[in-house]
């Protein structure tokens, strides 16, 4: 991210401090007025009770896509430009310049046009954001079409950490499409998957005048075309012509859409560019850092050659439940070695530990037999690591002097094990007198 925060006016962590988003990240994702207005007993109050789980959404979402059209035809566009920023940061605006740059003919897809249901456009009015699961199963089924086979531009998602969390549970389908078919035929259809998240940003008071300029706009043409009968009625959002409202709805972007979005950004391509200025500036930055960005990308053969090695968050992802099974597997099938090892970190471990509480770090050295069992060491590294330590094991082999032989006087030599873990854990906090 260094090269690409040079280019920009202000880095992200200087947009974080100057606009305070860090200290709004875990605040609750309505502003106060909101909230005041939710705790009022109204006849149109409207209520989210939808389920927040990404991973049921997603898997429900998927499943009824399968069903429909069948696994091997859920043929996701090979390029995807994720497409968000703060309201009036120029989304639209820059959509087609985004378009043209990487020679996509589709329309962009903006989640918002696609949302036109009269309990979607309650929740929008009310300044709240759509179900979940209402907007990622409208998106998905509408990226199936054939015309976004090349490349989709998608303006306006994800904006929830569970939207985020479906944009990643989608990547991993994709690869796993594509090593299931990549020598079959279909394999044409399933191309290495190419996600980008393009964050457009500015700052609050900027996000609010451009709000509502827009919206005295939108007025002002809409009017032109009811007195003259000539050209179409412009789209006006009721936020546009009410600062308190144009400023919620930035705070609801700086509070939940932003602080989700950042976690993408250790996965896919990550373009954060600064938005103010004149359209030719912002052009140019989006040039710059889609250039940068573009001669990062793997070759697809060489992409071929180590996609059958899971990225590391893959293997994360399950690896608390799958600690548990193993543990649970042990004391079931392997009771008495799985005690021994427990009493041995109890007797020979936890006191060192304890007496490196300080530092966080300790190197416990033994040579008891026990861990001579290869099981018996995979267990001592799963309890300490679902204790919350982390262990790591070296095994050092020492030839030492055993026994003399009593006719050829040769001195008869033995392999000793010493066993050195290391064990790491959070470290005590010391408050030091001034």
């Given at each position: 991210m260094g090269g690409i925060l040079e280019r920009c006016l202000i880095s992200e962590a200087e947009f974080d401090?100057?606009?305070g988003l860090s200290n709004h990240l875990t605040h609750t994702n309505m502003s106060s007025d909101q909230a005041e207005s939710e705790s009022k007993p109204t006849e149109n109050k409207v209520q989210d009770l939808e389920v927040k789980d990404a991973q049921i959404i997603f898997n429900s979402v998927w499943a009824s896509l399968?069903?429909?059209f069948s696994e091997e035809h859920l043929r996701f566009p090979k390029e995807i430009f994720w497409l968000n920023g703060a309201p009036g940061a120029g989304k639209g605006t820059n959509t087609n310049f985004i378009m043209q740059y990487r020679d996509l003919t589709a329309p962009p897809l903006v989640v918002s046009s696609l949302l036109k249901s009269p309990e979607a456009?309650?929740?929008k009015d009310a300044g709240m954001l759509v179900g979940d699961r209402e907007v990622i199963e409208i998106m998905l089924r509408k990226l199936l079409e054939p015309i976004y086979k090349t490349g989709a531009v998608v303006d306006g998602f994800p904006r929830t950490k569970v939207q985020v969390e479906c944009v990643k549970?989608?990547?991993q389908k994709l690869i796993e499409l594509r090593l299931k078919y990549k020598e079959t035929f279909f394999t044409e259809h399933f191309k290495k998957p190419h996600?980008?998240?393009?964050v457009l940003f500015i700052d609050e008071k900027e996000s609010v005048k451009r709000q509502l300029n827009r919206g005295l706009e939108a007025?002002?043409?809409n009017e032109e075309v009811l007195e003259s009968g000539v050209g179409q009625l412009e789209d006006l959002r009721p936020t546009d012509l009410d600062p308190e409202a144009a400023l919620n709805r930035y705070r609801t972007f700086k509070e939940k859409t932003y602080g989700a979005l950042k976690d993408l950004r250790e996965i896919f391509f990550y373009h954060f560019i600064n938005a103010h200025g004149s359209i030719e500036v912002v052009r140019q930055r989006i040039d710059d850092e889609l250039r940068y960005q573009g001669s990062l990308e793997l070759d697809e053969a060489t992409y071929d050659r180590i996609s059958s090695i899971p990225v590391a968050v893959s293997i994360s992802l399950h690896a608390r439940q799958e600690l548990v099974d193993r543990l649970d597997a042990y004391v079931e099938r392997q009771g008495a070695l799985f005690e021994k090892v427990v009493d041995l970190i109890k007797s020979d471990f936890l006191p060192i530990i304890e007496r490196h509480a300080i530092s966080g770090m300790a190197v416990v050295n033994t040579e008891d037999e026990v861990l001579h069992d290869p099981d018996a060491l995979a267990?001592?590294?799963?309890?300490?690591?679902e204790r919350g330590y982390h262990a790591i094991v070296d095994l050092h082999r020492e030839e030492i002097p055993d026994s003399i032989d009593p006719k050829t006087f040769k001195?008869?030599?033995?392999?000793?094990?010493?066993f050195r873990v290391r064990v790491q854990f959070k470290g005590s906090d010391i408050r030091r007198g001034r």
């Open positions: 401090t100057a606009y399968e069903d429909e456009e309650k929740m549970l989608l990547y996600f980008h998240i393009v007025q002002a043409h267990m001592l590294i799963d309890i300490f690591s001195i008869k030599t033995r392999i000793k094990r010493i």
